[in-house]
């Protein structure tokens, strides 16, 4: 003898079918939601501007070039979460010889939405001066510099989900010295 009647069994078998059944209706909307919407993006990093401040040559007594940049970067962010981001460095290498670094501070990215970020680089040719290729380069007028930086932070989607994040960001910098300026193209990347 059990314990229910047949028709308090009918029940709960219906009962267990319907909510297995939204259970795994509410799997697929989850699932298609993260691949959809949620599914994280790499940010779209653009050079708004990219300044030759200043550059100073010095060929005597011991031949020396200081070159001052200032970049305005625009990161958009094209996930639904806000991006926080600690204290990082922006690091300039001339053919893979470092050239420069440069502090970006902490800073938030909100969702979806468009941040600048500011920043001034001093390029000192005591690191990268004795490259096989920089006197051809500096009389041809053009000197390619690449620049990396990594913000490591977290990501919050919607006030209550909170993941480990990296953004990873190269830029190849063109500085053109016979016209004092110089132009950038920027690529990004973000990591989980």
Same mark, same amino acid.
């Given at each position: 003898?059990?314990?229910?009647?047949?028709?308090?069994?009918? =029940?709960?078998?219906?009962?267990?079918?319907?909510?297995?059944?939204?259970?795994?209706?509410?799997?697929?909307? =989850?699932?298609?939601?993260?691949?959809?919407?949620?599914?994280?993006?790499?940010?779209?990093?653009?050079?708004?501007?990219?300044?030759?401040?200043?550059?100073?040559?010095?060929?005597?007594?011991?031949?020396?070039?200081?070159?001052?940049?200032?970049?305005?970067?625009?990161?958009?962010?094209?996930?639904?979460?806000?991006?926080?981001?600690?204290?990082?460095?922006?690091?300039?290498?001339?053919?893979?010889?470092?050239?420069?670094? =440069?502090?970006?501070?902490?800073?938030?990215?909100?969702?979806? =939405?468009?941040?600048?970020?500011?920043?001034?680089?001093?390029?000192?040719?005591?690191?990268?001066?004795?490259?096989?290729?920089?006197?051809?380069?500096?009389?041809?007028?053009?000197?390619?510099?690449?620049?990396?930086?990594?913000?490591?932070?977290?990501?919050?989607?919607?006030?209550?989900?909170?993941?480990?994040?990296?953004?990873?960001?190269?830029?190849?910098?063109?500085?053109?010295?016979?016209?004092?300026?110089?132009?950038?193209?920027?690529?990004?990347?973000?990591?989980?």
């Amino acid at each position: 003898m059990g314990c229910c009647n047949p028709r308090t069994k009918k =029940a709960l078998k219906i009962g267990c079918g319907i909510t297995a059944i939204l259970l795994i209706i509410l799997l697929i909307v =989850a699932i298609t939601l993260y691949f959809t919407i949620l599914k994280p993006k790499s940010p779209q990093v653009t050079t708004q501007s990219v300044t030759l401040e200043t550059v100073r040559l010095e060929p005597f007594p011991a031949f020396h070039l200081n070159i001052t940049i200032g970049l305005i970067l625009t990161i958009h962010n094209r996930n639904y979460g806000s991006f926080k981001y600690d204290n990082s460095r922006a690091y300039v290498t001339y053919r893979g010889d470092p050239a420069a670094e =440069a502090l970006i501070e902490a800073d938030t990215i909100p969702a979806r =939405a468009d941040h600048d970020l500011n920043t001034t680089v001093l390029i000192d040719s005591d690191g990268f001066s004795k490259n096989p290729n920089f006197l051809g380069d500096l009389f041809s007028g053009c000197l390619n510099f690449t620049s990396s930086t990594a913000l490591h932070g977290k990501v919050t989607v919607w006030k209550v989900l909170k993941l480990k994040a990296r953004t990873v960001s190269t830029c190849d910098i063109s500085v053109f010295t016979n016209f004092q300026n110089a132009t950038s193209v920027c690529k990004s990347k973000i990591k989980f």
